[in-house]
């Protein structure tokens, strides 16, 4: 018998706009998204049914996982696959705005198209992953991609160069609804500059990429949740210059180009109420070793 063990990588927004308010109740979104190397571990196997397995309180075994979900579209397409036994070790934190739920979704789809030689094409995989959730066809593309529309609309763009990120969870999760029922557009920068922010990619200009991040649903976020809004002020006057919430947050990250800078800042924060994670940016070459398969 064979098994896939997948890296289910995690992402923060470098930018992320809203446009304007879409008629089907969604937003309009303009972002930049880009994997990082906090990932939780996949391992997915032939099983006589779906059957999920995860060690963390919160995130549900059965049919609302999203890994769930997403093997169950596989197994709608292709009947003859009886079903798969997935285990996940969560290390990314939940309700975080680092996407975790989606990564695992686009993991399965990943992986079981590896597992049963399905030779899925890249189009079908993105018509499965867009069901499923706007942030899961991203995790099924490139390592830094422009995402517009819902988000499904993706754009390959070059890899970011190498910058560390120290990232800081604070202890409670957000909905990531209740922020997108709470944003107010009134406050958007009329200009976010996401095309200098391509090129600054394509010139790997590391000074740019790290000052001009950007997120609109902190103007939600940070009112719903001072403390988010305290984190980032905190983590401000110990010398962290660039930091940003990712997602909806509640997460918040501060941008080194330096390993050893990032380092030396994630020391400094002692709070034990606080998750700090340490992580870098992800290359092509990297986001392609993240599936392997063994016999077992
Ligand atoms: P996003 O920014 O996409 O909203 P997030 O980081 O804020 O992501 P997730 O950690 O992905 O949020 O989880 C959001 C909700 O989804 C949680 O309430 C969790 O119970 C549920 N969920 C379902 N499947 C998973 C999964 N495989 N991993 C984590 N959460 C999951």
Request: charged content about 25%.
């Amino acid at each position: 018998m064979k098994e896939v063990k997948i890296k289910s990588y995690a992402k923060v927004n470098l930018v992320l706009d809203c446009l304007y308010k879409r008629p089907d109740g969604y937003h309009e979104v303009e972002m930049i998204m880009q994997t990082i190397n906090l990932f939780d571990k996949i391992n997915i196997k032939p099983y006589k049914e779906i059957n999920v397995r995860t060690d963390h309180p919160l995130v549900p075994n059965d049919q609302r996982n999203l890994a769930y979900q997403a093997a169950l579209l596989v197994q709608k397409k292709y009947p003859e696959i009886k079903g798969v036994e997935i285990n996940i070790e969560k290390f990314i934190p939940v309700e975080a705005g680092l996407a975790g739920g989606s990564s695992n979704a686009a993991s399965v789809i990943l992986g079981m198209n590896k597992l049963f030689g399905l030779s899925m094409t890249q189009g079908e995989m993105l018509e499965m992953a867009a069901k499923l959730g706007s942030d899961v066809p991203f995790f099924l593309t490139s390592p830094t991609a422009l995402a517009q529309g819902r988000g499904e609309k993706l754009t390959q763009l070059k890899d970011c160069p190498l910058l560390w990120l120290v990232l800081v969870k604070p202890p409670f999760g957000v909905k990531t609804s209740e922020v997108y029922q709470n944003l107010n557009l009134i406050h958007r920068k009329s200009q976010t500059n996401i095309k200098k922010y391509i090129k600054a990619l394509e010139e790997g200009d590391k000074d740019y990429l790290t000052k001009m991040l950007y997120n609109i649903l902190e103007t939600s976020t940070l009112k719903l949740y001072p403390e988010v809004y305290h984190l980032k002020e905190r983590l401000k006057k110990m010398g962290a210059k660039n930091v940003l919430m990712s997602g909806s947050g509640p997460t918040v990250f501060a941008l080194f180009s330096s390993q050893e800078e990032a380092q030396n800042f994630s020391l400094k924060i002692k709070e034990e109420a606080l998750q700090v994670f340490l992580a870098c940016t992800i290359d092509g070459k990297l986001y392609k070793e993240r599936i392997e398969e063994n016999a077992i």
